[in-house]
């Protein structure tokens, strides 16, 4: 039978999601957890990619295993097999040809910025030192609703089959300490969330304007964008699937 699993992590220790030799991931170590509490090999399909040091709020990943007999007792018993830095939040049953990476309609990040030196933030929100210009941020941001190729904030020599993305919101915000930019979007290329906030700052501290954004989508060229932030004020925060997957979860 086919499940849907919903987590989340904190990505500082992991090489991000996705299996890689020579490097612990979060893949693997679900599906390390999986395999010994139900006593076979289970293999976890995600939701998509997070890079090296990213963190997801809400994740899914799909799974295939023999009917469970008792889902909250296996939720108590991963939570607790688990390190601390991953906690499964639910389980529940889909249909058999349900994709948690391919019937995903929406995705949202956010990414977190502090403007004051902070410890408790350290590694999580990016310290940008620069007074910004939040207002050009956000007319900037508003721009890419106006698009649909975004190559140019896509990680260089990606083996990808389109560049084209369906941005329904990009939009800075202040929540006490931190400044969120938060984005949603049907789909997302390699790195391109970093690669727009690194742009929109560039914005916010002058040194590049709303037109020069609009000129940096049209290049589509990685190198005319702005830099890519770092990993650790990254946020995967939601992932939309249509009710069609299952009768028991909306």
Known sequence: MRYFVQFSYNGKAYHGWQNQPNAITVQQVLEKAFSTLLRTDVSLMGAGRTDTGVHAKQMFAHFVVDELADIEDLIYKLNSFLPEDIAVQEI?????????????TER???YWVI?????????????????LDIEKMNEASSVLLDYKDFECFSKSNTDVHTYLCDIKEASWIR??????????????????????????LEVGTGKSTVADVKSIINSKDRSEAGYSVPAKGLYLTRIIYPNTITTKHG
């Open 175 to 200: 929540k006490g300490e931190l400044l969120v930019f938060t984005i949603t979007a049907n789909r997302f290329l390699r790195n391109m969330v970093r690669a727009i906030v690194g742009t929109l």
């Open 92 to 104: 529940f049953q889909v249909l058999p040809e349900a994709h948690a990476r391919f019937d995903a």
């Open 115 to 131: 403007q004051e030196k902070n410890p408790f933030y350290i590694d999580s929100a990016y310290h940008v030192k620069h007074s």
């Open 108 to 110: 949202t990040y956010e």
